[in-house]
């Protein structure tokens, strides 16, 4: 019903924070891992710099002499040396719709679909940086650490002042690493036909993505009635209704179709789509991510749960 | 025009419109109401799905018969209606006669006919019909004429009540001449209610005009508003005695207010009606001293001449000491020599009659009871001591009648008209040949005049006139063969008067006489009531008298106007003979006021002692009569396009409200929960604030209030009267600046009910004439601020409308300001004194006029004793706390940016708009330095104490 300015940034970050508390560390389970040279903590199950102990193998002449383990080797009558495990660290590029139409916010719920989403980026966002992941606003540069998280909020608040950045939608063709992932959150409104080039050209990099729509109840129930005029939150669209509660089941129909064509676009790329209403507390989704993220699905690839989108109404979770 | 019952329409052609209605109906059934407006993102997904629904929106049923009902007044105004539209209507077609009283009887509700007459002018007017507009009472215009409407508006204007009964007989004759062949004649009598006899022949001669075709329409006043008439008569022991008369109706009550020549009330009685009554009595209770000093008498809220009675020496109440030289012979009461001479005077004096028989101490106790007259019947000679002491009272203006009598033939003294003949002459007697002599008539010149002697009036025996003195003494009255019967001399400024006869009927048959009576009255009413008193004022009038006594014609002195205001006589005003005063009638040469010089002035009224006032009953027949309210027919347009503009209004908050849609609803429900608690916040501070102080003056007035000198006058809430002491008080500013060493600043008004008075020295007060009473805590806070020194000058501006030569009423501002402040605890009262400091605080000043010229300025008197004054000065420094005046200062005063006068001055000229400011500059002075002027009178006793 009400569209609001998104709530200052320090609130959204410290909501995040104790979002992230709550949830355990996240290790993004790589099926395949990078092969940056980033240190991390993604063992690569080859020999190379690190801190666990790999293996140990006879010393060949090419070796340097400080690399022997003369511990082991003072057990036998050959030298050995002590090879590590290479450790690389996992890059996770996340990208928050700020447009104008994410400013909207519902009677039917306390936030806006924008608080919503910087809230689970940056949750997400803490418990990478707790997995020892490197985390980078799409667009930016990737860092580990504390820092890596404030960097992420910083990006959010710079580009949340840039008006580029609230006309556009759609996430920005960037260059990323291959084998990282990409987590984008947005309500996803815009013709599936735009979408499907964008998200096309960040997937043949090797990107692995997870989109996260992020919806206002309202957007799926229509909840209005009488004589209405809708205006689109961006581009100047408007449309008069004279009941608007005579369009409910045919806008319905509309937007469950809009997110079947977003879905079959993720089919064909591997990619997994999960939506979230404003008015279901953030916990669940976060959750829901996390779980996804973290691999512990057998199969982190996105299998469309068909009865529940049939059903119309995916309640947060996973859909 | 066409009508419906009580309705009428003036263009009912516009009624045709209604057939519209339902066309706007239908085009509001399809124009939809503004839409609510809602950001959604999904607009996108929203597109071609609303087309089905678009045209099915429409306005809610009652904004639509809302709208409706806007159009269907708007048709209904246009289209003229007017409520009783018969009321409106002139019947005929010829010339409209509008036949006014404009006796004295109409004056009271003078406003109403004139509005009636106007109204009939309107009518002429809109149906283009001539116009004669005439008064019964008849004034000098007459000449019958057809008037446009313009000039029977001046007429109307000009028309004007006139103090006496109208004449209609004399005007249905004029009428009936006139309008001999008229046709068409529509007549209107607008009656004061009253029939002076022949009212009802004037009705039928008014429809009997032009050929009897005429229509006539008879306005009546409404019951219990008739006319009131007022006389007063003596009633025992001097009680002024007044009577309300009028012609029936329902009950209804009043009050009777007596006025001073001067204006000052002095006395207030109620009297009521009983429903049908036609008389109501009502008497004044007041001491004899006061009683006299009432000069006219009115009905309050009455402005007609009947409600007004003047009263003239003739009805003052005075005392008469009567002394005999015989010892009262109670066994034999028919031979005491007073038995006449009291019973005469009784009625209408109070006679005091000497206690004992020691002659010296009877004239010593009667004299220092403030006799008018002191009759002495057949004392000789009197005792030394007695003798001056009764030439000093006559010298001062008492009237001494003596009779004659066995001691005075023998031997008189030097208080008589001229010296007597020792010894008597008897008339008739068994020894002489000449019969008892019969009175001649009165001279011109004699008091008496207009008496007529009965014929069986005889006098046997009488005292003469030493001839050789014989021209010192006027003769009042003479028998047949000339010699004098009454002889009277001027002594000082009384007079002495011999009746040559004795008091009782031993010489002559007069005292038994009517005669008698009307002599001795016409002595008692020409003497002064309090010698001593009217000293000044006796001598100054003694010339007029005489002409008077010359002529026996009484010149028109004041006389009413038809609303009881005493104004100067016109020209035409014929002079009255002095005998016929008592039967003459009011007329248009001789209204009612006062005729004569001012010491013996006779009053004419109109409602006399036998006057009854009829009611005037209208025949019935082809007559209408009609009230003076509800004559006009209602314009119901102004109404219906009231209604539906506040419909229109309605109908706009609605389409408001529906576009603004919950984001209305939110921010009002946002709206009062933001002000609720602020609310409560005021509520508090306020009630705070309340209870501190009743004067709620913040720091910054009070400093600008104090930091340098003002002036104040009292905002009175009319635009006009503040503008003008704003004015006036600048323009004293600057005569202050500019003269003496205060500076004021610019003058401030204040509202006394809510700011502190405590900062001004001196505060102007203007009397509004509507000024209500104030509350019980502003006029303790007004005491308070008198009783600490602060001074009020209140200005009831009304000089010029109190009545010339200071004769009747208050002016309106007085009673104003008597309501204002007459639950104040106000000191005694007295006109600037002589010496007093205001009369040379700065200039010298010896009367105080401002704008008008003539009013007095009252101050606070004087204590009598010493430690009352001790007490005053001690609270305010002996400065009075009250000036009241009628002279408008603050118009005198008044001056623009350029200084010049913005109000003339009456009578005029610069002197007096000098002396205007000059009193401006003494009051200031008065109000800020005190008595310091008084004091310069001690300062050579000062010095001399000090050694120098």
Same mark, same amino acid.
């Given at each position: 019903m009400e569209t609001e300015t998104t709530s200052p940034l320090h609130?959204?970050?410290?909501?995040?924070?104790?979002?992230?508390?709550?949830?355990?560390?996240?290790?993004?389970?790589?099926?395949?891992?990078?092969?940056?040279?980033?240190?991390?903590?993604?063992?690569?199950?080859?020999?190379?710099?690190?801190?666990?102990?790999?293996?140990?193998?006879?010393?060949?002449?090419?070796?340097?002499?400080?690399?022997?383990?003369?511990?082991?080797?003072?057990?036998?009558?050959?030298?050995?040396?002590?090879?590590?495990?290479?450790?690389?660290?996992?890059?996770?590029?996340?990208?928050?719709?700020l447009s104008a139409s994410m400013a909207f916010r519902s009677h039917l719920s306390a936030t806006s679909k924008m608080d919503r989403a910087i809230v689970l980026a940056l949750a997400m966002g803490e418990l990478l940086m707790q997995g020892g992941e490197r985390i980078a606003f799409m667009g930016g540069r990737p860092r580990a650490g504390r820092a890596a998280v404030n960097k992420l909020a910083l990006s959010i608040a710079r580009r949340a002042g840039d008006p580029a950045?609230?006309?556009?939608?759609? $996430?920005?063709?960037?260059?990323?690493?291959?084998?990282?992932?990409?987590?984008? +959150?947005?309500? +996803?409104?815009?013709?599936?036909?735009?979408?499907? $080039?964008?998200?096309?050209?960040?997937?043949?990099?090797?990107?692995?993505?997870?989109?996260?729509?992020?919806?206002?109840?309202?957007?799926?129930?229509?909840?209005?009635?009488?004589?209405?005029?809708?205006?689109?939150?961006?581009?100047?669209?408007?449309?008069?209704?004279?009941?608007?509660?005579?369009?409910?089941?045919? +806008?319905?129909?509309?937007?469950?179709?809009?997110?079947?064509?977003?879905?079959?676009?993720l089919k064909r790329l591997e990619w997994s789509l999960l939506v979230h209403h404003t008015d279901r507390p953030a916990e669940e989704a976060l959750l829901a991510s996390h779980t996804r993220l973290a691999g512990l699905e057998h199969d982190y690839r996105y299998r469309p749960p068909a009865e529940t989108i049939d059903a119309g109404l995916p309640k947060g979770g996973d859909a | 025009m066409m009508s419906f019952g009580p309705i009428g329409f003036l263009q009912p052609l516009v009624l045709g419109a209604l057939i519209v209605l339902p066309a706007i109906w239908w085009l509001l059934r399809i124009t939809p109401p503004r839409p609510k407006t809602i950001v959604f993102p999904p607009t996108r997904l929203l597109k071609g799905l609303e087309d089905a629904e678009q045209t099915s929106a429409h306005s809610p049923w009652w904004l639509t018969a809302l709208r409706i009902a806007m159009a269907a007044l708007l048709i209904f105004a246009l289209s003229g209606p007017v409520l009783h539209p018969d009321r409106d209507a002139l019947p005929g077609s010829g010339p409209v006669l509008i036949v006014a009283d404009n006796g004295w009887a109409a004056a009271s509700g003078w406003r109403e006919r004139q509005s009636l007459i106007d109204t009939y002018i309107s009518r002429a007017e809109r149906d283009s019909r001539p116009i004669i507009l005439m008064g019964t009472a008849g004034s000098r215009e007459t000449r019958i004429s057809a008037m446009s409407p313009q000039e029977a508006r001046e007429a109307a204007a000009s028309l004007q009540p006139l103090p006496f009964n109208p004449d209609r007989a004399r005007l249905a004759e004029k009428l009936g001449?006139?309008?001999?062949?008229?046709?068409?004649?529509?007549?209107?009598?607008? %009656?004061?209610? &009253?029939?002076?006899?022949?009212?009802?022949?004037?009705?039928?001669?008014?429809?009997?005009?032009?050929?009897?075709?005429?229509?006539?329409a008879i306005a009546l006043p409404q019951s219990g508003a008739g006319t009131l008439g007022l006389r007063t008569a003596k009633g025992e022991k001097g009680r002024l005695a007044a009577q309300v008369i009028r012609s029936g109706g329902n009950a209804r009550g009043g009050t009777i207010q007596a006025f001073t020549t001067r204006g000052e009330q002095l006395g207030e009685v109620a009297f009521s009606f009983a429903k049908g009554a036609t008389a109501a009595d009502a008497a004044f209770e007041l001491p004899l001293e006061i009683r006299n000093q009432i000069a006219r008498l009115e009905i309050a809220g009455e402005t007609s001449a009947g409600a007004v009675h003047l009263l003239d020496s003739r009805s003052r109440w005075r005392r008469v000491g009567v002394i005999s030289g015989e010892a009262r012979e109670l066994a034999q009461p028919l031979l005491s020599p007073l038995y006449y001479v009291e019973r005469a005077l009784s009625p209408y004096t109070e006679v005091e009659a000497a206690k004992g028989s020691n002659i010296a101490s009877s004239v010593e106790e009667l004299l220092q009871r403030n006799l008018s007259v002191l009759i002495l019947a057949d004392i000789g000679k009197l005792v030394s001591g007695s003798l001056e002491s009764i030439e000093s009272w006559v010298k001062r203006g008492g009237t001494l009648v003596r009779f004659a009598g066995p001691r005075l033939e023998k031997n008189g003294d030097r208080l008589l008209p001229a010296a007597l003949r020792r010894g008597g002459r008897t008339l008739g007697g068994s020894l002489s040949w000449s019969t008892p002599q019969r009175l001649s008539p009165f001279e011109n010149s004699s008091p008496f005049y207009g008496l007529k002697p009965p014929a069986d009036v005889t006098v046997r025996r009488q005292v003469l006139t030493d001839p050789a003195a014989v021209r010192q003494a006027k003769v009042w009255a003479r028998l047949k063969d000339g010699t004098p019967l009454v002889?009277?001399?001027?002594?000082?400024?009384?007079?002495?008067?011999?009746?040559?006869?004795?008091?009782?009927?031993?010489?002559?048959? &007069?005292?038994?006489?009517? &005669?008698?009576?009307?002599?001795?009255?016409? #002595?008692?009413e020409r003497s002064v009531t309090t010698p001593g008193a009217a000293k000044a004022a006796g001598r100054a009038q003694a010339p007029g008298d005489a002409a008077a006594q010359q002529t026996g014609l009484l010149a028109p002195r004041e006389v009413l106007d038809g609303f009881g205001r005493l104004i100067a006589p016109s020209p035409a005003v014929a002079p009255i003979e002095a005998g016929k005063i008592d039967e003459a009638k009011p007329g248009p040469t001789r209204p009612p006021g006062y005729?004569?010089?001012?010491?013996?002035?006779?009053?004419?009224?109109? #409602?006399?002692?036998? %006057?009854?006032?009829?009611?005037?009953?209208?025949?019935?027949?082809?007559?209408?009569? #009609?009230?003076?309210?509800?004559?006009?027919?209602?314009q119901l347009k102004p109404m219906l396009l009231a209604a539906a503009f506040l419909l229109f209004l309605a109908d706009m908050i609605i389409m408001l409200v529906f576009s603004a849609g919950g984001r209305l609803v939110s921010m009002i429900r946002r709206g009062a929960a933001a002000t609720a608690p602020a609310l409560l916040v005021l509520a508090i501070m306020a009630q705070s604030a309340g209870a501190q102080q009743s004067g709620t003056t913040t720091d910054a007035q009070a400093l600008e209030a104090t930091l340098s000198t003002r002036l104040a006058f009292v905002v009175t809430g009319d635009a006009e009267i503040d503008r003008v002491s704003l004015a006036g008080l600048s323009g004293l500013s600057r005569v202050l600046k500019a003269r003496t060493a205060i500076e004021p600043a610019e003058p401030v008004g204040i509202n006394v009910e809510t700011d502190e008075l405590a900062f001004y020295p001196l505060l102007y007060w203007p009397v509004r004439e509507n000024a209500n009473p104030l509350a019980e805590k502003t006029l303790a806070k007004i005491d308070a601020y008198m009783k600490q020194g602060g001074m009020i000058v209140f200005d009831t501006r009304d000089y010029q409308r109190t009545l010339p030569g200071g004769v009747g009423a208050q002016g309106p501002g007085a009673t104003a300001l008597s309501r204002l402040i007459g639950d104040l605890d106000i000191p005694p009262l007295e006109p600037v004194?002589?010496?007093?400091?205001?009369?040379?605080?700065?200039?010298? &000043?010896?009367?105080?006029?401002?704008?008008?010229?003539?009013?007095?300025?009252?101050?606070?008197?004087?204590?009598a004793s010493e430690a009352d004054k001790s007490a005053r000065s001690r609270r305010t420094d002996g400065v009075s706390s009250l000036l009241i005046t009628s002279n408008d200062f603050a118009a005198a005063w008044a001056l623009d940016d350029r200084n010049r006068a913005l109000f003339p001055v009456v009578p005029?000229?610069?002197?007096?708009?000098?002396?205007?400011?000059?009193?401006?500059?003494?009051?200031?002075?008065?109000?800020?330095?005190?008595?310091?002027?008084?004091?310069?009178v001690h300062v050579p006793a000062l010095l001399e104490r000090l050694g120098q």
């Open positions: 609130e959204l970050e410290a909501h995040a924070h104790g979002l992230a508390a709550r949830m355990p560390s996240l290790l993004v389970a790589a099926r395949r891992v990078s092969h940056t040279v980033a240190h991390g903590i993604h063992g690569r199950r080859r020999r190379g710099p690190g801190e666990t102990f790999w293996q140990f193998r006879h010393f060949e002449d090419s070796d340097a002499a400080e690399s022997i383990d003369w511990r082991r080797s003072a057990t036998s009558d050959h030298l050995y040396v002590r090879e590590r495990e290479w450790e690389a660290a996992h890059t996770v590029w996340m990208w928050i719709d950045f609230a006309q556009d939608s759609l $996430p920005p063709v960037t260059a990323l690493g291959q084998f990282s992932e990409c987590l984008l +959150f947005s309500d +996803f409104l815009e013709p599936p036909e735009d979408l499907a $080039p964008r998200l096309e050209q960040l997937a043949v990099q090797g990107v692995r993505g997870h989109l996260m729509q992020i919806l206002d109840p309202a957007e799926e129930s229509l909840p209005y009635e009488g004589r209405t005029e809708f205006t689109a939150a961006e581009g100047g669209e408007r449309v008069i209704a004279g009941r608007a509660e005579s369009l409910r089941t045919r +806008f319905h129909e509309r937007m469950v179709a809009h997110r079947h064509a977003i879905l079959a676009e | 001449n006139e309008f001999k062949g008229q046709e068409g004649l529509a007549a209107v009598w607008l %009656s004061d209610g &009253l029939d002076y006899g022949g009212g009802s022949e004037f009705a039928a001669a008014l429809s009997a005009l032009a050929g009897g075709e005429a229509s006539l002889s009277a001399a001027r002594r000082g400024d009384g007079w002495i008067v011999l009746f040559h006869i004795t008091a009782n009927s031993d010489w002559s048959s &007069l005292p038994m006489s009517g &005669l008698f009576v009307e002599m001795l009255r016409r #002595i008692t005729y004569g010089s001012a010491s013996s002035a006779r009053a004419l009224n109109i #409602i006399r002692a036998r %006057s009854v006032l009829e009611p005037l009953s209208p025949p019935s027949g082809r007559s209408r009569q #009609i009230g003076y309210s509800e004559l006009e027919a209602v004194p002589e010496n007093h400091v205001l009369t040379k605080a700065f200039y010298l &000043l010896r009367n105080f006029p401002g704008r008008w010229d003539g009013g007095a300025l009252w101050v606070e008197a004087t204590p005029g000229g610069d002197i007096q708009r000098e002396m205007a400011f000059r009193v401006g500059v003494n009051i200031v002075m008065y109000a800020l330095t005190g008595n310091y002027k008084a004091d310069q």
